[in-house]
């Protein structure tokens, strides 16, 4: 995915692109409203840090952008920019970085 995300994300906000996991049965029936519901954590594709993010002793970030995070939803503030959706969640919401 192309990072096409303008802005600053501040203090220690993450801005994610959401990746969308489609849940069809074999019969091509969609579930992925139906799961979703039930699930507490999601999918995404860093696109900016805020520079309160924690850095490891050489100065690096833990996490970087493109990085793919699970993180928990019940916190997130979604926003559009240029027709794309992306989330708003705070750093320590990330469960996973692949």
Same mark, same amino acid.
């Given at each position: 995915?192309?990072?096409?995300?303008?802005?600053?994300?501040?203090?220690?906000?993450?801005?994610?692109?959401?990746?969308?996991?489609?849940?069809?049965?074999?019969?091509?029936?969609?579930?992925?409203?139906?799961?979703?519901?039930?699930?507490?954590?999601?999918?995404?594709?860093?696109?900016?840090?805020?520079?309160?993010?924690?850095?490891?002793?050489?100065?690096?970030?833990?996490?970087?952008?493109?990085?793919?995070?699970?993180?928990?939803?019940? !916190?997130?503030?979604?926003?559009?920019?240029?027709?794309? !959706?992306?989330?708003?969640?705070?750093?320590?919401?990330?469960?996973?970085?692949?």
């Amino acid at each position: 995915m192309q990072n096409n995300f303008k802005g600053k994300a501040l203090n220690d906000n993450v801005i994610v692109f959401e990746v969308v996991n489609e849940n069809k049965t074999a019969s091509g029936f969609d579930l992925t409203g139906i799961t979703d519901i039930n699930e507490s954590q999601k999918k995404g594709i860093i696109v900016a840090l805020g520079e309160l993010c924690p850095k490891l002793n050489n100065g690096e970030s833990t996490i970087k952008l493109g990085d793919e995070i699970i993180f928990t939803k019940h !916190r997130i503030d979604p926003f559009t920019q240029d027709g794309v !959706r992306y989330l708003i969640i705070k750093y320590q919401d990330i469960v996973l970085v692949f």
